[in-house]
């Protein structure tokens, strides 16, 4: 009986967040693979089921171009957020001693995150662009004549506004897992003989894994499905694609967006199974 | 042993290259923001660098003028409405959502892998398949029924993760006491576990509250007729040349940390009350 009614309760607890995952979530996700099947024309999309959508997708050489650039910022994404992720949560985790201090260390990292996103990418212009500060100081210390043009609009300024947002998504996994190595561990391993790198590579990484593997799950699908840096940051000169489903919902061809969304959905599942492999998430939290 | 312990107590050398390296790294998180907060005080007729054409609140002025850039006070009040609904709905869903989960109940995993799914599954998808649904039902998309929604499975991972961490820590002798001296369901919950997880409720609060308030993807196709402020700026960011682009950055910047100041002295108050009385 007792039992009965606590599983009711736990039925109760549940049921809002439960309702809004099948009505915002679960229910979306199937209207898109759905719709990927209908047909459409200028004006409106229509009830049907053609393979189409997915034949000219994956026909198309573009499609396998713009997969490929996305996944060459995601990857550039990946590499430069975890080196540098790594390096800030070991820093605070093991050379920063007071808890007061690494609590405070690790607000200044996190508040960035607390606002906008658009914004962050804008406030790169100032310093990326012809005239900026980059280029000046560049100019000013005779290192180069002319501005250089690829600070701005490019690839390069892409993967930078990635690793400025998303950092973070690597910082605080990883900073987790670092906080729960047992400090007894690096003192035996001192105590045998271990230089400072050896622990790092062979007790501190290797134990590391859980917030590793969870932050690049963060940061692979993030950039994966994103559009907005692509578009703001390369100013229209690549793609990604992310960008190119928001151009199809631009040109209402919501099959055709429909299509591209289920592709990279499978694409950005492939990723994570792979990943979660490493690591279960569950024993993490 | 003793020898050790004492060298230990010098910094070594890596401290200093990655104290410097850290430095570093908060420089570039904060440096780009700086310099539009500076760039925001441009003089009437300076342009989107440096050099600073004297010293104004022009393009702040011009911020509030409605023709100027769009509907900058009816998106932020949209934005602001949008943020608190989210903020409430998910502070009230997550911490009823963490109670259940402190025990097993069938189909527990599947909820927790749709938070999961929630947050791996690319922002423009959610947008997309909530705008064809209600475009296929012919509901009309609003800030606060699709948006909402859309909102919603962005910050409800975030909620039940959070919760997750805080009832792992949790001790249940607490309620078990307040049980045994005869504290109803609801009691325990009022005077024992709420006061506990109070301060991570508001984390949830001003997490929820932020995401919300600057998320764009996920608005994208939900919003509707009205612009909510992120869809506002993105549009400024293509269409708007001169430094109103910065005032409005610096004011929603200055909002951000007003909200999370607030949350972290509610927290502070709260730790320092709960201090006072044990």
Redesign the interface.
């Known amino acids: 009986m007792a039992s009965d009614t606590?599983?009711r309760?736990?039925?109760f607890?549940?049921s809002?967040?439960?309702l809004?995952?099948a009505?915002?979530?679960?229910?979306?996700?199937l209207?898109?693979v759905v719709?990927s099947f209908w047909d459409y024309d200028e004006y409106r999309?229509l009830p049907d089921f053609i393979l189409e959508n997915y034949k000219y997708l994956l026909g198309s050489s573009v499609t396998w171009s713009i997969y490929l650039n996305t996944l060459k910022y995601a990857v550039l994404t990946w590499v430069f957020t975890l080196l540098?992720g790594f390096?800030?949560a070991?820093?605070?985790a093991f050379?920063v001693r007071s808890l007061t201090w690494q609590i405070v260390?690790f607000m200044?990292?996190t508040?960035?995150f607390?606002?906008?996103?658009?914004?962050?990418m804008?406030?790169?212009?100032?310093?990326l662009?012809r005239?900026?500060?980059l280029n000046?100081a560049l100019i000013n210390l005779g290192i180069v004549d002319q501005p250089l043009e690829f600070l701005l609009f490019s690839d390069f300024a892409v993967v930078l506004a990635d690793v400025?947002l998303y950092?973070l998504f690597m910082v605080v996994p990883i900073f987790n897992s670092m906080m729960r190595i047992d400090r007894s561990l690096i003192e035996a391993a001192r105590d045998a003989g271990a230089s400072?790198f050896e622990t790092l590579k062979s007790v501190i990484v290797p134990l590391s894994k859980p917030g590793i593997a969870i932050g690049s799950?963060?940061v692979i699908?993030?950039v994966?499905?994103?559009?907005?840096t692509v578009r703001?940051m390369s100013g229209g000169q690549s793609a990604s694609v992310?960008l190119q489903?928001?151009n199809e919902?631009g040109l209402l061809q919501?099959p055709a967006?429909?299509a591209s969304?289920v592709v990279?959905?499978i694409t950005?599942l492939l990723i994570?199974t792979a990943l979660l492999r490493l690591v279960d998430?569950?024993k993490e939290? | 042993m003793a020898l050790l312990t004492k060298t230990r107590e010098r910094?070594?050398t890596?401290?200093y290259f990655?104290?410097a390296?850290?430095a570093l790294?908060?420089l570039?998180?904060?440096?780009?923001?700086l310099?539009?907060f500076i760039?925001s005080f441009q003089g009437e007729n300076g342009g989107?660098?440096?050099p600073m054409n004297g010293f104004s609140f022009h393009w702040f002025g011009n911020l509030f003028e409605q023709q100027a850039v769009g509907d900058f006070g009816g998106s932020f009040s949209r934005s602001l409405k949008l943020g608190l609904i989210v903020m409430v709905v998910t502070v009230?869903?997550?911490f009823?959502?963490g109670?259940?989960?402190r025990?097993r109940?069938r189909?527990?995993s599947v909820?927790?892998y749709?938070?999961?799914?929630?947050?791996?599954?690319?922002?423009?998808?959610?947008s997309?398949?909530?705008?064809?649904?209600f475009?296929?039902v012919e509901w009309q998309p609003q800030w606060f029924t699709s948006a909402l929604?859309?909102h919603?499975?962005w910050t409800?991972p975030f909620g039940?993760?959070i919760m997750?961490?805080v009832f792992?820590r949790f001790d249940p002798s607490y309620e078990e006491a307040a049980r045994d001296l005869g504290a109803s369901n609801w009691q325990t919950i009022q005077y024992v576990v709420l006061p506990m997880v109070g301060p991570s409720l508001i984390g949830v609060a001003?997490f929820s509250f932020?995401l919300s308030?600057?998320e764009?993807?996920r608005t994208?196709?939900t919003a509707g007729a009205l612009n909510t402020l992120?869809l506002e700026?993105?549009g400024m960011?293509t269409n708007v040349t001169t430094p109103v682009?910065?005032a409005?950055?610096t004011v929603?910047?200055g909002f951000?940390?007003l909200?999370?100041a607030l949350a972290l002295g509610t927290v502070a108050i709260m730790r320092r009350r709960k201090g006072q009385k044990a």
């Open positions: 606590s599983k309760s736990s039925y607890l549940i809002p967040m439960a809004i995952f009505v915002f979530l679960v229910i979306p996700l209207t898109i719709v999309i540098i390096t800030v070991y820093f605070l050379h260390l200044l990292c508040i960035p607390w606002t906008s996103n658009i914004i962050r804008i406030s790169w212009i100032p310093f662009g005239n900026g500060l000046s400025h950092t400072g799950i963060f699908t993030v994966m499905g994103d559009f907005i703001l992310g489903i928001s919902i919501y967006a429909a969304a990279l959905l950005v994570v998430i569950r939290l | 910094r070594p890596s401290f990655l104290a390296f850290f790294f908060v570039f998180l904060y440096g780009p923001m310099t539009i760039l989107l660098t440096f009230v869903v997550s009823m959502a109670l259940a989960f025990k109940f189909g527990d909820i927790f749709l938070a999961i799914a929630s947050l791996i599954v690319p922002s423009i998808l959610i997309l398949g909530i705008g064809l649904l475009n296929i929604g859309a919603l499975t409800f039940l993760l997750f961490a792992n001003m932020t308030y600057d764009f993807a994208l196709m992120p700026i993105y960011t682009l910065y409005l950055g929603t910047t951000s940390f909200v999370i």
